[in-house]
């Protein structure tokens, strides 16, 4: 009789919680959104022009959505828009700039004396070739990778997925993708350095 009265040992019951909106899963991004376009903008994060950037993405990300395959990632699609959004502001700042210096010719004039300080955003030359060449360097030296080196690398660095995730979506044990990664930086490292040394 006693033993039908106790209660069996409790289990933790796990929590039911309700599948997220399309809305919050961009909310948790806006901080790289923000990120990546201020430094595309070369201005602080809480820049004015920034904000308006950030709000266009968000924009454009609601009326995309339904575009969006239910197993696409997230956050490579939404900084692609934000990509996008950064160099169609920075466009439109470069063609005000070259329209308000053609209206004003004459150099003795205070607006164009104000434009002319303003700083071009825009990489200098050489930065630019530096960033070509870093970025030829990276892509030869993730085809140097082993197959699998190479998609844990991919997933971890550019769709920002966990350890975790990377070992259930390649089907491989934990353990397998931390070495495919370590042995993947240790590589690169290695080829760009051995490359940078070149005359």
């Given at each position: 009789?006693?033993?039908?009265?106790?209660?069996?040992?409790?289990?933790?019951?796990?929590a039911?919680?309700?599948p997220?909106?399309f809305g919050?899963e961009?909310?948790e991004h806006?901080?790289?959104?923000r990120?990546?376009?201020a430094?595309?903008?070369?201005?602080?994060?809480d820049?004015?022009?920034?904000?308006d950037?950030?709000?266009e993405?968000?924009?454009r990300a609601l009326?995309?959505y339904?575009?969006l395959c239910?197993?696409?990632?997230?956050?490579?699609?939404?900084?692609?828009?934000?990509r996008?959004v950064?160099?169609d502001?920075?466009?439109?700042?470069q063609?005000?700039?070259?329209?308000?210096q053609?209206?004003?010719?004459?150099?003795?004039?205070?607006?164009?004396i104000?434009?002319?300080?303003i700083?071009?955003?825009?990489?200098?030359?050489?930065?630019?070739?530096?960033q070509?060449?870093r970025?030829?360097?990276?892509?030869?030296a993730?085809?140097?990778?082993?197959?699998?080196?190479r998609k844990?690398?991919?997933?971890?660095h550019?769709e920002g997925?966990?350890?975790?995730d990377i070992?259930?979506?390649?089907?491989v044990?934990?353990?397998?993708?931390?070495?495919?990664?370590s042995?993947?930086r240790r590589?690169?490292?290695?080829?760009i350095?051995?490359e940078?040394r070149?005359?």
């Amino acid at each position: 009789m006693m033993p039908a009265l106790m209660s069996p040992p409790c289990r933790p019951v796990p929590a039911v919680t309700a599948p997220r909106s399309f809305g919050e899963e961009v909310a948790e991004h806006i901080p790289i959104v923000r990120a990546v376009i201020a430094s595309m903008l070369r201005e602080r994060r809480d820049h004015a022009d920034v904000e308006d950037c950030v709000q266009e993405v968000l924009r454009r990300a609601l009326e995309g959505y339904a575009r969006l395959c239910p197993d696409k990632a997230l956050r490579p699609w939404l900084l692609g828009i934000a990509r996008h959004v950064a160099l169609d502001h920075h466009r439109a700042r470069q063609n005000t700039l070259r329209r308000v210096q053609n209206e004003s010719p004459d150099e003795s004039d205070s607006s164009s004396i104000i434009y002319d300080r303003i700083a071009d955003p825009r990489p200098a030359l050489d930065e630019q070739m530096d960033q070509l060449r870093r970025e030829r360097q990276l892509r030869a030296a993730m085809n140097e990778l082993t197959e699998g080196q190479r998609k844990a690398m991919l997933l971890f660095h550019v769709e920002g997925l966990g350890y975790q995730d990377i070992a259930e979506r390649l089907g491989v044990p934990l353990g397998t993708v931390a070495t495919w990664i370590s042995r993947g930086r240790r590589a690169i490292f290695t080829e760009i350095h051995a490359e940078s040394r070149k005359p």
